[in-house]
């Protein structure tokens, strides 16, 4: 040290140093003005703070934005925290700053034999007919598009439905009238017309009923007067007097 003495012998003492003979190292951080975030730290004329993580400034006042560099990839949402940061990932993606593509399809989230590929998103099913939903997890019912006509029944099975057709129309959907006069109804040459779902015999003279298979007696009617004998024949008669 060096001493410079007055004519009273007492010692000035160089900045930093106190005390009688200077041999006291003043104490800077007495008036410390680092934040709560900061350690005052001793120097010969002066103090620094050292911050603890998260914190930077001469007095550690400035809290650190460890999102401001943008750390997070692809579309992830950055969160500031203290002393550190986190990523919130975008579908599809992993890892600390979200940098690792992930391949969801391993997983095989899809359902009921759905397809699975890859998407910007993450991944997307290709079901099968009759499944529908973001995991192919929801049965469709192929009777809500009601595909049985001319009032069938629609019954609902898995990927396909069946349809219950009401007499006289057939087909897949039963769209089809089905033609009754195929099946030779009509008797006696008569002729047959066909019906939704049914048909009419026209029956030549001499028959009746639904098919015409009855032969009319004109006879029933006793046409024939004064004892006259009825002959009955067909679609006619004749008397014998």
Known sequence: FFFSFHVNNR?????????TFCEIDID???????SEY?????????????????????FCEVEINECSSSPCKNGATCMDLLGHFSCHCAAGFKGETCSVRMNECLDRPCWNRGTCEEDINGFKCSCPFGFSGQYCEIEMN???????????????????????????????????????????????????????????????????????STAIDECSFKPCKNGGHCHDLIGEFYCSC
Do not use: R, W
């Open 142 to 212: 192929e009777c809500d598009s009601a595909p049985c006509l001319n009032g069938a029944v629609c019954q609902n099975d898995v990927n396909s439905y069946d349809c219950f057709c009401p007499e006289g129309f057939e087909g897949l959907n039963c769209e089809i009238n089905f033609d009754e006069c195929t099946y030779g109804f009509c008797k006696s040459n008569s002729t047959c017309l066909d019906l939704v779902g049914d048909y009419s015999c026209i029956c030549p003279p001499g028959f009746t009923d639904k098919n015409c």
């Open 38 to 58: 900061g350690f005052c730290q001793d120097h010969l004329h002066n103090y620094s703070c050292n911050c603890v993580p998260g914190y930077e400034g001469p």
């Open 28 to 34: 800077n951080c007495i008036e410390n003005q680092c």
């Open 11 to 19: 010692c000035l003492c160089p900045l930093g140093y106190s005390g």
